[in-house]
């Protein structure tokens, strides 16, 4: 039978997992990069690029756009914004410290998403701000008024489960016995 306990430390490994396992994916991806950049022009880090950029969103890091003039010859140039996703990886010099950030970025969100994992002061905030981070994951996040009814219902509905329990602690103990264990 599993207890409450195990399901929260079974979801707390996974997430640290995950976490340690990204974190240790973008260390090796910016070290090749590095190495790409120094003296190895092989095509090892251009095969990657998709997996760099995917661990670059799951991080949050949004696609920076670096203004670019090139001369184009006869006295005509080009005058454009180049995308650092697009244009991964870059020897350029403007391109290639954009592309330094975002890596130090992502390690730096990876480690404190797997720190993070095992801190209970964030289990806690987790918890408390449960609806708001619901509605962020599902691209809602701007609607104030929203966030403010869904937290407050969401504290409403916690506060009468509160007293039902204190009420009703063994009905309630044996009717979801009676539905997990039929």
Same mark, same amino acid.
């Given at each position: 039978?599993?207890?409450?306990?195990?399901?929260?430390?079974?979801?707390?490994?996974?997430?640290?997992?995950?976490?340690?396992?990204?974190?240790?994916?973008?260390?090796?991806?910016?070290?090749?990069? +590095?190495? #790409?950049? =120094?003296?190895?022009?092989?095509?090892?880090?251009?095969?990657?690029? &998709?997996?760099? %950029?995917?661990?670059? @969103?799951?991080?949050?890091?949004?696609?920076?756009?670096?203004?670019?003039?090139?001369?184009?010859?006869?006295?005509?140039?080009?005058?454009?914004?180049?995308?650092?996703?697009?244009?991964?990886?870059?020897?350029?010099?403007?391109?290639?410290?954009?592309?330094?950030?975002?890596?130090?970025?992502?390690?730096?969100?990876?480690?404190?998403?797997?720190?993070?994992?095992?801190?209970? +002061?964030? #289990?806690? =905030?987790?918890?408390?701000?449960?609806?708001?981070?619901?509605?962020? &994951?599902?691209? %809602?996040?701007?609607? @104030?008024?929203?966030?403010?009814?869904?937290?407050?219902?969401?504290?409403?509905?916690?506060?009468?489960?509160?007293?039902?329990?204190?009420?009703?602690?063994?009905?309630?103990?044996?009717?979801?016995?009676?539905?997990?264990?039929?």
């Amino acid at each position: 039978m599993f207890t409450l306990g195990k399901i929260f430390l079974g979801i707390v490994v996974i997430k640290l997992t995950i976490n340690v396992y990204r974190l240790i994916r973008i260390r090796i991806l910016f070290n090749r990069y +590095i190495a #790409w950049l =120094i003296k190895e022009r092989k095509a090892t880090i251009v095969k990657n690029k &998709s997996e760099v %950029i995917d661990l670059w @969103k799951h991080a949050g890091i949004s696609d920076s756009y670096i203004p670019r003039v090139d001369a184009l010859g006869l006295g005509q140039v080009a005058s454009y914004k180049q995308p650092l996703f697009h244009s991964f990886p870059s020897n350029l010099e403007d391109m290639a410290t954009t592309t330094q950030k975002a890596f130090l970025e992502a390690i730096g969100v990876y480690k404190k998403r797997a720190i993070d994992s095992v801190n209970p +002061i964030e #289990w806690i =905030i987790l918890i408390v701000y449960l609806p708001q981070r619901f509605l962020a &994951s599902i691209g %809602i996040t701007k609607p @104030k008024a929203v966030i403010n009814i869904s937290q407050g219902l969401y504290w409403l509905a916690g506060v009468f489960l509160t007293i039902v329990f204190a009420l009703y602690p063994v009905e309630i103990r044996s009717a979801i016995e009676s539905l997990l264990f039929k």
